[in-house]
């Protein structure tokens, strides 16, 4: 079965400075991962997807995520946070066995994101 | 494009009473999810739909738990009777070409 470990349950950073947020999945084979972010009382938004190809992806809002397949790793990363940055971050492992276009989501525990100014 | 809605927003009930959640996925999107999100959480899925018929209900509790999908577009899921920890947020997601769109969720009290 498929599995999420985000090892950080809170992570506090200044304004400004760079952001990465851990993420390990379990999968048995190439899969589909997302990251997610939720602001409170919002439903979840997709910040970034990896399907396949090129390991490094570009997301909204400027993020970015790095598919390491050797250490089963998804880490999404920012340059400079700014301080509407401040939510829950979500990774997600998408298995793609499922017909027309659907695909059955495991979410880690989360991540969340407070900014000092 | 509208997203996908979900109504009502908040509940608040007693224990061993019912109730019921809404949700209109996009349109044209045709598997759709419910989710239940404990708070200190991820979404947990319960139930995917693929336009009417179920896909996957593996981690639905069946025995208070149900949903349908009748007509292939909206949908809801309805709790009957309620216990203390189903108090969550209810979460409804429509996807197309591999991506999720996600509700803004109805959060769930369960007094």
């Known amino acids: 079965a498929q599995s999420v470990t985000q090892p950080d349950i809170h992570i506090t950073v200044s304004e400004g400075a760079s952001l990465e947020l851990r993420c390990n999945y379990s999968?048995?084979?190439?899969?589909?991962l997302f990251w997610y972010v939720q602001s409170p009382g919002q439903g979840l938004q997709l910040l970034l997807k990896?399907?396949?190809?090129?390991?490094l992806v570009q997301g909204i809002k400027g993020f970015e995520a790095e598919f390491k397949r050797s250490q089963s790793s998804f880490n999404l990363r920012k340059p400079s946070v700014h301080w509407s940055d401040a939510a829950e971050y979500f990774c997600?492992?998408?298995?793609?066995?499922?017909?027309?276009?659907?695909?059955?989501?495991?979410f880690g525990t989360g991540t969340q994101l407070k900014v000092e100014l | 494009e509208a997203g996908v809605a979900q109504s009502p927003r908040y509940k608040i009930i007693e224990k061993r009473q019912s109730v019921a959640f809404w949700c209109n996925p996009i349109?044209?999107?045709?598997?759709l999810y419910w989710y239940q999100q404990i708070l200190g959480q991820g979404p947990k899925l319960l139930i995917q739909f693929q336009n009417n018929g179920v896909v996957d209900d593996s981690q639905l509790p069946k025995d208070r738990f149900s949903a349908e999908r009748l007509k292939g577009v909206d949908s809801t899921l309805k709790i009957q009777p309620a216990k203390l920890e189903d108090s969550a947020v209810y979460l409804c997601?429509?996807?197309?070409?591999?991506?999720?769109?996600f509700g803004p969720g109805t959060r769930l009290t369960v007094l």
């Open positions: 990896y399907f396949s190809g090129d390991t």
């Open positions: 997601a429509s996807s197309f070409g591999g991506e999720q769109f």
């Open positions: 999968y048995g084979a190439t899969p589909y």
């Open positions: 997600a492992v998408g298995d793609p066995g499922v017909t027309g276009g659907g695909n059955k989501l495991t």
């Open positions: 349109s044209g999107h045709a598997t």
